[in-house]
């Protein structure tokens, strides 16, 4: 399995940028295809995006296209996710996760996963 561990979360206000990365450490980044989700309190996880493991496909939730685009960088073993035009409802913890299976959107098709890091957007 990869290991994942995910960073640049924060407080930002509405309408301002983050970019979360996701580091990648264990068996070859370059093999998985990654994809990023986030939770909310109460709410279950949903997809926000995801990118094939040569960077050719990439997929984003109706919420975010537009704003967000995803990259990797396979020598440097990470993935990113660059976040903007903030809005509250993005509140939530993102994870970033590893499958085998291209193109898929489910996370129970992910089977490695990061720790999160929280992003909060305040009004």
């Known amino acids: 399995q990869v290991q994942l561990v995910e960073s640049g979360g924060g407080l930002v206000q509405a309408g301002g940028s983050l970019r979360l990365s996701c580091a990648a450490s264990g068996r070859a980044f370059k093999n998985y295809h990654m994809g990023w989700f986030r939770q909310a309190p109460g709410k279950e996880r949903e997809f926000v995006s995801s990118i094939s493991m040569n960077g050719a496909l990439t997929r984003y939730a109706d919420s975010v296209k537009g704003r967000c685009t995803v990259s990797r960088d396979n020598a440097g073993n990470t993935l990113y996710l660059q976040m903007n035009s903030l809005k509250p409802e993005a509140t939530a913890v993102y994870y970033c996760?590893?499958?085998?299976?291209?193109?898929?959107?489910?996370?129970?098709?992910?089977?490695?996963w990061g720790q999160g890091t929280q992003v909060t957007v305040s009004s």
């Open positions: 996760a590893a499958t085998s299976l291209y193109g898929t959107t489910r996370w129970t098709d992910f089977r490695s």
